[in-house]
């Protein structure tokens, strides 16, 4: 039976608190789960269903997100971080896998590039690795929607930014997908104390994307239509990651993890027990990708 647990912890005088699910009979590290700058502990049953069998699941909201305390003025990478750190330091464990999607995968790349062994596998989905000057632009005009208090604006402007909506590209469930992320957006924009602050930190405090990651066992996986940043893009951080394998999705958009929800934890789980991903329901032959990373060129 599956064990649910919340703990608050601090950091650097910031109060926040991470959600356990422990499995007693797992076979791999804990796997911890980040995700959007807007979504909380609550936010991953997909994740619990599929990778629960197999591990303890750590779900959080941390520093400056859902129920936790504001982040101070200023660069906030370091002390998010520390916070997810810290969380590792309570399981009492030497290391957790780290699953990070979207805003998320920035954290849990920040991560892996700061203490590398505490991390047993990455897996990045969705990871926003190259952000154009039209893309800061609509950005910085959400934040401010959200700070006259114009939620409907905000709540269609940016699920209409993170989704792929050219009909000519086949992405499934699209319409589900577009209602259920403008809706998430929507009770954010109206319950989350933290909405703009996330978003202008998001703007201004971007993870270094460019610099490499060696000792670290590492999947990125994209959607086929990425219009945040195209899978081609991702591909390329890929390469920068030693040994790392990349994926590409079909007939998904950045949302892969809505689209294809139980797919995606699938691939998780199959990554972090060392199973094969190449027989995954996920993909199909005409669009699996695996690089294996070796270029010296990247080093």
Not at 192 to 198: L, Q
Request: glycine content about 8%.
């Amino acid at each position: 039976m599956v064990e649910e647990t919340i703990r608050s912890l601090s950091v650097g005088g910031v109060s926040y608190s991470y959600r356990l699910l422990r499995q007693p009979e797992g076979v791999t590290e804990p796997v911890m789960v980040l995700g959007g700058a807007l979504q909380g502990m609550f936010g991953w049953p997909q994740m619990e269903d599929q990778v629960g069998p197999v591990a303890d699941v750590v779900t959080a909201d941390l520093p400056g997100m859902g129920s936790a305390d504001p982040l101070p003025p200023g660069p906030s990478a370091n002390i998010v971080c520390a916070a997810i750190e810290r969380v590792i330091d309570d399981l009492g464990v030497p290391q957790v896998n780290l699953f990070g999607f979207s805003y998320g995968a920035g954290l849990a790349y920040g991560c892996a590039q700061r203490f590398p062994r505490r991390i047993a596998r990455l897996a990045l989905g969705g990871v926003p690795a190259h952000v154009t000057p039209a893309q800061l632009d609509l950005w910085r005009r959400a934040a401010d929607h959200l700070a006259r208090g114009d939620a409907e604006s905000f709540a269609t402007l940016v699920t209409e930014a993170l989704m792929c909506l050219d009909e000519r590209r086949h992405v499934t469930k699209r319409q589900l997908a577009y209602r259920y992320v403008r809706r998430s957006m929507l009770h954010a924009a109206r319950h989350s104390p933290h909405a703009v602050d996330s978003l202008r930190r998001a703007l201004v405090d971007r993870p270094d994307f460019s610099s490499g990651l060696t000792g670290v066992p590492t999947l990125v996986f994209s959607g086929e239509h990425d219009t945040v940043t195209s899978p081609a893009r991702q591909r390329d951080f890929a390469a920068r990651i030693l040994g790392s394998r990349f994926l590409t999705i079909p007939d998904t958009d950045h949302w892969v993890v809505l689209e294809r929800p139980q797919e995606v934890a699938d691939l998780a789980a199959r990554f972090f027990t060392d199973a094969p991903l190449n027989s995954a329901p996920c993909l199909i032959p005409a669009a699996r990708e695996e690089l294996a990373v070796g270029d010296p060129a990247y080093a």
